[in-house]
């Protein structure tokens, strides 16, 4: 099953509900990163709620950037956006082992942090980029970023965010995002309420194979949902070339180029968000400083 994003208006344009569907993406990042099942768990929720938000964007030259740092031990998570969506990321400790939690599913709290911050930057082609930052509430994502959302954006909203793990990899991960209009009603927002209450995890809908138009009327209470854009691919993608690579080294100085010459002969640069390996030999390097001494 490919992965896919579709957005919804549902009880007569009132609710906006966006589903996401993300196995593929996640089991890439895992792969890539090597993640342990609750690093999985974790990280493949944040890539999630990150292509939820990168559609809500407008241009392609958008760039959303979302950082999470809790107390625990996965340490800090940093994922980026645009609005096709392509993301990204980079995660502390993808080995992070730890028991499963009372109710026997992994700890991602525990492994997260419940205490730490949100930060949510979205670069939309204005003079200054938008910041936004939020307390962690719990270390789960979901609930954070509903918190994140009222506090920093002011929209009351429902979030919810899922990644099933086995012996294999990711079995299912995925997630939504439902927001009132400002004309919805008590009795609207009632419904919906009730009807999430109702439907259970996000992971387990997308397990059991219910499509995101099904899982739409389960979670909104809503049978007549009305499709507003679909055929959305999110996607795990890195841009890094050697180009970028190189203007990470002229960034460190040419002095520093030069103890990497002395020292070493050569340089490798590892891509922190897909792993991919740079070489530079001696020659590119002093290439390199003669740049530096011409700019």
């Not at 809790?70 to 990204?88: D, E, F, Q, S, W």
């Not at 103890?259 to 530079?280: D, R, T």
């Amino acid at each position: 099953m490919s992965d896919k994003i579709i957005k919804f208006l549902a009880h007569n344009g009132k609710i906006s509900v966006i589903c996401a569907e993300t196995t593929n993406l996640v089991e890439k990042a895992r792969n890539i990163h090597d993640l342990s099942p609750v690093a999985t768990a974790a990280f493949g929720r944040l890539l999630t709620i990150a292509t939820i938000m990168g559609t809500e964007m407008k241009n392609k030259k958008d760039k959303l950037t979302i950082q999470i740092k809790g107390n625990g031990p996965i340490g800090m998570m940093l994922v980026t956006a645009n609005n096709y969506p392509k993301v990204k990321g980079t995660i502390a400790n993808p080995q992070v082992d730890i028991p499963l939690n009372e109710f026997g599913k992994l700890d991602v709290g525990g492994a997260v942090g419940f205490e730490g911050y949100i930060n949510v930057i979205k670069d939309i082609g204005l003079k200054d980029p938008y910041v936004g930052i939020s307390p962690l509430t719990s270390g789960e994502i979901a609930e954070d970023f509903a918190n994140y959302f009222v506090n920093s954006e002011q929209r009351n909203s429902a979030v919810a965010l899922g990644v099933l793990v086995n012996k294999e990899g990711v079995k299912s991960a995925g997630g939504y995002l439902i927001n009132p209009m400002p004309d919805s009603t008590e009795e609207e927002i009632s419904k919906v309420e009730q009807a999430i209450f109702k439907a259970g995890a996000i992971s387990k809908m997308l397990d059991e194979k219910l499509t995101l138009k099904e899982i739409a009327k389960k979670i909104t209470g809503d049978d007549n949902v009305q499709i507003i854009e679909e055929k959305i691919t999110p996607i795990y993608e890195c841009d890094c070339s050697k180009e970028h690579m190189k203007d990470v080294l002229i960034s460190i100085g040419k002095e520093e180029i030069k103890n990497i010459i002395e020292e070493e002969g050569k340089a490798e640069i590892v891509c922190h968000f897909c792993n991919k390996k740079y070489e530079f030999s001696k020659e590119e390097l002093e290439e390199i400083i003669k740049n530096v001494d011409n700019k």
